[in-house]
Structure formats: C-alpha cells, structure tokens
C-alpha cells in the first residue's frame, strides 16, 4: 500500500498554500449558490477571499 494518497499531499507546503488559495474564491462562489450558505456568507465577496486571513475575518 502506498504511504500517500496521490503526489499532492507531499507537494511542498508554500505551493500546497498557494494552490489552495488560488481555488478558493471560485468555491467560495459555488457555496454561494446554495441558500443555506447564501444567508451566512451574507455579502461576502468571493473574490476578496485569497488568504487564510482574509478567510478569517
């Protein structure tokens, strides 16, 4: 049995970062079309969101 899943989960820490907050903003637009998370996210702007701090606040 393998020790990974697949090549992403050893990919460097600041690229894995990256990727992630790179894809962040387009799923924080599809939650956005669902109404439960319509109503939390509020006016959230999906493309400010491209940190984990900018995700925090």
Excluded at 21 to 33: E, F, H, S, T, V
């Amino acid at each position: 049995m393998a020790d990974y899943f697949d090549s992403l989960e050893v990919r460097d820490p600041q690229v894995r970062e990256r990727d992630l907050m790179a894809q962040l903003p387009r799923l924080i637009q599809r939650a956005q079309a669902a109404p439960g998370w319509a109503r939390i996210l509020g006016s959230v702007q999906a493309a400010d969101i491209r940190s984990r701090v900018a995700l925090a606040q």
